[in-house]
């Protein structure tokens, strides 16, 4: 049962334009979540993070917005660039700062130039 | 600062047979985390070490195994390979401590024939 869920695999974008990137999970013990970015033949590499405490962390251009009444989050990229091109994974943690993580099957972010 | 190493970068086996896995932490991480990743089921947990101790563990079956050394290298070990075993093996470092911001080398990718 995949308990962390990006629905969507592939998402398209104009260069200079908003990418939102969703993810949903199901279990509410869930409290810290991640994003990571990964390009082709290298591993995936950390991207921004939120604590179950906040609803939104911003870091330059990506910004992640979290409703936990809904179990929902998505990852704003603005503007979009083509060197974002990447499969974006979500993660989650039951225990925040945990290095067991549980990741959704990535979407894969192209950004037209 | 060198990244997380994993050997072999590429292997082939049979069912039935066994493999080992290797990966070289960054220099002062003592968290070692390993991950398998497959099309269908994105990245999943497989377990962590810390200080040469098992400190979580997914939900795979008894073959698959890890250790870790007092030099907090470590190596993954499936024994009776099953083709369903073929698959991207992730090694992820992260500094003292659980932080859930992970490390990730390239991978090691195993197919079973």
């Known amino acids: 049962d995949q308990q962390v869920k990006q629905n969507s695999p592939s998402l398209s974008v104009q260069e200079g334009r908003i990418s939102i990137l969703n993810c949903d999970y199901t279990n509410s013990m869930f409290d810290y979540f991640l994003w990571y970015k990964k390009y082709p033949a290298e591993g995936p590499t950390f991207l921004i993070s939120i604590s179950s405490i906040k609803d939104k962390n911003e870091d330059g251009r990506f910004t992640v917005f979290l409703n936990k009444s809904a179990k929902h989050l998505s990852l704003h990229i603005v503007p979009s660039q083509p060197g974002d091109s990447a499969v974006y994974f979500c993660?989650?943690?039951?225990?925040?700062?945990?290095?067991?993580?549980?990741f959704g099957t990535g979407t894969r972010l192209t950004v037209i130039p | 600062k060198a990244g997380v190493t994993q050997t072999p970068r590429y292997l082939i086996k049979t069912r039935g047979q066994q493999v080992t896995l290797s990966c070289s932490p960054i220099s002062g991480h003592r968290s070692v985390s390993w991950y398998q990743q497959t099309p269908g089921q994105g990245l999943q947990f497989l377990f962590e070490y810390f200080s040469e101790t098992q400190r979580n563990k997914g939900n795979f079956p008894g073959r698959f195994s890890g250790r870790q050394f007092s030099n907090s290298r470590s190596e993954m070990n499936v024994s009776t390979l099953e083709l369903g075993d073929s698959a991207l093996y992730l090694c992820?470092?992260?500094?003292?401590?659980?932080?859930?911001?992970?490390?990730f080398g390239e991978g090691s990718r195993l197919t079973v024939l």
């Open positions: 993660a989650a943690s039951a225990q925040t700062g945990a290095n067991n993580l549980f």
């Open positions: 992820a470092s992260s500094p003292t401590g659980p932080t859930g911001e992970l490390f």
